[in-house]
């Protein structure tokens, strides 16, 4: 293996701190009425003729049919105490999904002030999705934006209030207080991938994990001589083209009334410019985003110890820089994994696998339950799945179902694809190393990619999550979805970890 760079591996800017960007707004539970409820702004949820009375005439002059994804805002005089009321269309008997993105909608539109949002929670359930749907729906990246002018044309929400039924309950007070924990550990996944790359490089980006870890849980930094020394070879391989070398995040935490051992992975590229094996100018454009991953699963591990699961979990953030360089890995190239295996290099710009072969192999040396790794892999899922869903592959179906029902209950979209059988000879042809790392055929490149992390699992209960496309979103704000980074699958891992605990 050539030899490590030299040059310093801080960047001369900081990454942005947890909590440096807008915070967001608190949210409670009352009991009040719609028409009464003391807030800036009303949110109302309008499911059929008998949500319309009072304001069916200023509806119909609005031109509201109440079609899917309907809002429009009006003053509303006399008929409630707030001053607007932003009329969001709903089902007639909403999910706490549809509740969730409802609720993201509404905010949106109302802006500013204090929001009394009624959309008719037919539980705890839904009231709390509710909630989250307030504050995923309030998240903005400010953290660059220096003008005056953007803060005035930007007003904010400074407070939420959830008009439920249910709001008395205690059951519905810790639901909401474990709800907000977990939305503030999306917002610091979705800040981690919005941030620019020069400014979260590897020891940047360990840095920022340890200060976000605090006391909650353990935290250990691996630099590129520990990572020598601890034989990890795919993560020195990846970043050794960089002037910043690569880190390895550990984060323990060991409840003492632990049921189980779930182990986090998350690929945690800074930047992906594809190495030798350069990229194009156009498809460099929002690689910031291939550590989202590694964001999603340091967020979820912290937000499920503060939630206190009685489930140990290690997660492990496999942090590089991909650049081409004259110390870059080239195509061709032979590395050497933790576990032992060699690997074939052939496209510099398929890193994440040889990242995550590392951590990996790492999480399986521990003995876990179960392991869930989580990357930014393939395009060829975006070109499967769409923008908006991602995919799930992995070895044991019972772990596959779970992660599949945890993601429905928290309202992420995602969908089974197998590991073809074919895939294992296919990862296994190389003619000079135990495996090739890419695949030689234009199509099943997802299924390739899984083939090939199967390897480092052993017999362990494996499931892998593919985010390339949900993870972050060009277009407009769509749901509880911002502009930017997503925080993709913190809160199915979260909903995982709560299933495998209580199991």
């Known amino acids: 293996m050539a030899d490590m760079p030299t040059a310093s591996s801080t960047s001369a800017h900081r990454a942005p701190r947890a909590g440096s960007t807008t915070p967001l707004p608190p949210v409670t539970l009352s009991t009040a009425k719609p028409e009464t409820a003391k807030a800036d702004v009303l949110v109302l949820g309008i499911r059929g ?64 002030g204090s929001v009394a949002v009624a959309l008719h929670p037919a539980g705890v359930d839904e009231a709390v999705a509710i909630a989250e749907g307030v504050r995923l729906g309030c998240y903005r990246f400010e953290a660059y934006r220096t003008r005056a002018a953007d803060a005035a044309e930007k007003p904010r929400v400074t407070s939420a209030v959830v008009l439920t039924p249910f709001a008395r309950q205690s059951s519905a007070q810790r639901a909401l207080e474990d709800a907000l924990m977990v939305t ?58 960089s002037d910043a070398p690569p880190r390895l995040v550990t984060l323990s935490y060991e409840p003492k009334d632990a049921t189980g051992h779930l182990a986090l992975v998350g690929k945690g590229i800074t930047f992906d410019s594809g190495g030798l094996s350069i990229k194009t100018g156009a498809g460099m454009a929002t690689m910031k985003i291939d550590m989202s991953g590694a964001a999603s699963v ?26 081409p360089s004259g110390s870059a890995t080239r195509p061709g190239d032979v590395l050497t994994i933790r576990n032992g295996t060699t690997i074939e290099v052939l496209n510099t710009d398929a890193e994440g696998r040889i990242v995550l072969a590392d951590g990996l192999s790492l999480a399986a040396e521990t003995g876990p339950d179960h392991i869930v790794d989580v990357a930014t892999l393939t395009g060829a899922c975006v070109v499967a799945l769409g923008q908006r869903t991602a995919g799930v592959l992995g070895n044991d179906d019972a772990l596959t179902d779970a992660v599949l029902l945890a993601a429905r209950n928290a309202g992420e979209p995602m969908w089974p694809l197998p590991i073809a059988e074919e895939m294992r000879a296919t990862v296994r042809s190389s003619s000079i190393a135990d495996l090739r790392q890419h695949n030689p055929k234009p199509s099943g490149g997802t299924l390739f990619a899984a083939a090939f992390l199967r390897e480092f699992v052993g017999d362990t209960s494996w499931a892998h999550l593919d985010i390339a496309g949900p993870s972050f979103n060009e277009g407009s704000a769509y749901d509880e979805i911002p502009v930017g980074g997503t925080g993709f699958s913190v809160r199915t891992l979260v909903r995982l970890a709560a299933h495998l605990a209580e199991r």
């Open 49 to 112: 003729d008998d949500d319309r009375q009072g304001f069916a005439d200023v509806l119909e002059t609005m031109g509201f049919t109440g079609e899917t994804d309907q809002v429009v805002s009006f003053p509303a005089g006399d008929l409630a105490t707030a001053a607007v009321v932003v009329a969001v269309a709903l089902p007639a008997e909403p999910t706490a999904a549809q509740l969730r993105a409802a609720a993201a909608r509404g905010i949106r539109a109302a802006r500013r």
């Open 184 to 241: 503030e550990s999306v917002a610091r996944a979705r800040d981690w991938t919005n941030t620019p790359p020069g400014d979260l490089r590897p020891a940047d980006f360990a840095e920022s994990i340890t200060e976000f870890a605090g006391d909650h849980v353990k935290v250990a930094v691996w630099d590129e001589k520990r990572l020598a020394k601890e034989r990890c070879g795919g993560i020195l391989g990846v970043g050794r083209g």
């Open 298 to 323: 340091v967020a979820a591990t912290v937000a499920i110890a503060r939630l206190g699961l009685p489930l140990r979990v290690t997660a492990y953030a496999c942090l590089a820089e991909n650049m």
